[in-house]
C-alpha cells in the first residue's frame, strides 16, 4: 500500500522548482534567469519595486519557483519610498485574497468552499478598513 498522490486522483499539481541564485555580486547570472524564463528587463523592474536602482545595488538575488524575487542589498538603507511600500501592501493582500476565492473555486469540498471564502471576505473588510492608510 502507497500513500495517495494528486496523480492517483487525476489533480494536476504545479512543478515546483528549487529557488534559483539570479544575481550575485552586482553580477546578472543571465543563463540562470533565462532558463527559468524571466529576461534581464523583467528582473530590473522587480529589484527596482524593492528598492534598489540597479543591479549594482544587489549582493545577492534569488528567485523561487512562484516567480518571488528575494534579494539582499549591499546598502541596506536604501529605502523604497513609503508610497510604493503601501502599495506593494496593498497589492499582496489584494493577491492573497484572489489566491483565497481561487482555492474555493477548485475545492469540492464544502466546508473548505466556506472557510477560503470566509478568509476572502476578510482580506476584503482588512483593505477597507487600510484604505485611508495606503492613500496618505
Do not use: H
Amino acid at each position: 500500500m502507497q500513500p495517495l498522490t494528486p496523480k492517483d486522483v487525476g489533480k494536476v499539481t504545479e512543478q515546483v522548482r528549487e529557488p534559483r541564485i539570479v544575481i550575485i555580486d552586482g553580477n546578472v547570472m543571465e543563463r540562470s534567469l533565462s532558463e527559468y524564463g524571466y529576461t534581464k528587463n523583467w528582473l530590473a523592474g522587480e529589484i527596482t519595486k524593492q528598492g534598489a536602482r540597479n543591479f549594482s545595488d544587489v549582493f545577492c538575488a534569488q528567485i523561487d519557483s512562484m516567480g518571488n524575487v528575494y534579494m539582499d542589498l549591499y546598502n541596506d538603507t536604501l529605502k523604497m519610498p513609503q508610497v510604493k511600500q503601501k502599495l506593494l501592501v496593498a497589492a499582496n493582500i489584494k493577491q492573497l485574497q484572489a489566491n483565497l476565492v481561487d482555492f474555493s473555486l477548485q475545492t469540492e469540498n464544502e466546508n473548505a468552499k466556506d472557510m477560503y471564502n470566509g478568509y476572502a471576505k476578510q482580506m476584503e473588510k482588512l483593505l477597507d478598513k487600510m484604505s485611508g492608510y495606503l492613500k496618505e
